[in-house]
């Protein structure tokens, strides 16, 4: 279980070619929080908020159904839906 680094990916790949690798879960949603902080991005302070916790209920969700649930309610959001940066 690794952060999102290519690098690290890539060793641990070469020396266990058969593993799987994962992504850490508190690593995706701090890679979330600090995109969504990035000015360049122009996500409003006051939205923040609510689009991390859109988020966290698609990786937190506890089965593929509510995975598919908490998808729809992200992509249905019309806080989402005004970014489009943030729905790519």
């Known amino acids: 279980m690794t ?3 290519d690098a690290e ?11 799987r690798c994962l ?7 701090q890679a979330m929080w600090r995109w969504l902080w990035d000015g360049s991005h122009h996500i409003a302070k ?3 908020q609510e689009l991390m916790w ?3 209920n698609v990786i937190n969700a ?7 649930n908490e998808i729809t309610k992200l ?4 806080t989402a839906k005004s970014y ?3 729905m790519k």
């Open 3 to 5: 952060d999102d680094s």
């Open 46 to 48: 006051d939205d923040r």
């Open 23 to 29: 992504l850490c879960i508190f690593h995706v949603q």
């Open 75 to 78: 992509r249905d959001n019309s």
């Open 84 to 86: 489009d940066q943030f």
């Open 62 to 68: 506890p089965d593929l159904e509510n995975f598919h």
């Open 54 to 56: 859109l988020v966290k």
């Open 9 to 19: 990916r890539s060793a641990l790949s070469a020396c266990f070619p058969t593993s």
